[in-house]
């Protein structure tokens, strides 16, 4: 069971995903959670460094599509200024929001990837749907008061993932 918690790979953020080497995978879209993950929680306006890294996605032709549990309001919020995509009340860990997504754009599990700061929502979803996922840390220290649990049993999870995949480590990218 605990496979299900299992990321295909950790690397620091999102941001160092680099999208030379999504387009040589194969990647087509990054679905992807929204807070702490693509912005901070209390930070709804991006960074430059997002919209940089916005920008190299772009010019390899890879989609960024935000995969939230949020309702709508919430998320068009952040991503209209930022020209993202999104699907809302994804009801992660199940793996709804990101069938949807894979439908809607016409892909193969095979050409996106997942990217989230909590196994016991995105990187859970991630394998209830079959695609590889990318655990990244928090970009801020805090979350949400309904997060704040889930971290708290994260830390067990993530406890029992190192004791049987000790290679399970942080990595600077996605082929290290």
Do not use: C
Not at 158 to 163: E, F, G, S
Request: hydrophobic fraction near 45%; avoid cysteine; charged fraction near 20%.
């Amino acid at each position: 069971m605990i496979e299900k918690f299992k990321p295909t790979w950790m690397v620091p953020a999102i941001y160092d995903l680099k999208p030379a080497q999504l387009n040589a995978m194969g990647i087509k879209a990054v679905l992807t959670d929204l807070d702490n993950t693509v912005i901070p929680w209390n930070n709804p306006d991006g960074t430059p460094q997002l919209r940089a890294w916005l920008a190299t996605l772009a010019q390899f032709n890879i989609r960024l599509v935000v995969i939230s549990n949020n309702k709508r309001s919430r998320i068009q919020r952040v991503v209209q200024n930022l020209g993202l995509d999104f699907i809302s009340r994804a009801m992660k860990p199940l793996p709804h929001g990101i069938r949807r997504a894979i439908r809607k754009y016409h892909l193969k599990n095979d050409q996106v990837i997942m990217v989230g700061d909590q196994l016991m929502t995105d990187i859970w979803a991630s394998n209830n749907a079959h695609v590889n996922s990318v655990l990244v840390k928090p970009l801020v220290g805090s979350d949400a008061w309904i997060t704040q649990v889930n971290r708290q049993i994260e830390k067990r999870v993530m406890n029992k993932l190192h004791q049987k995949y000790p290679d399970l480590k942080w990595q600077e990218d996605v082929k290290s």
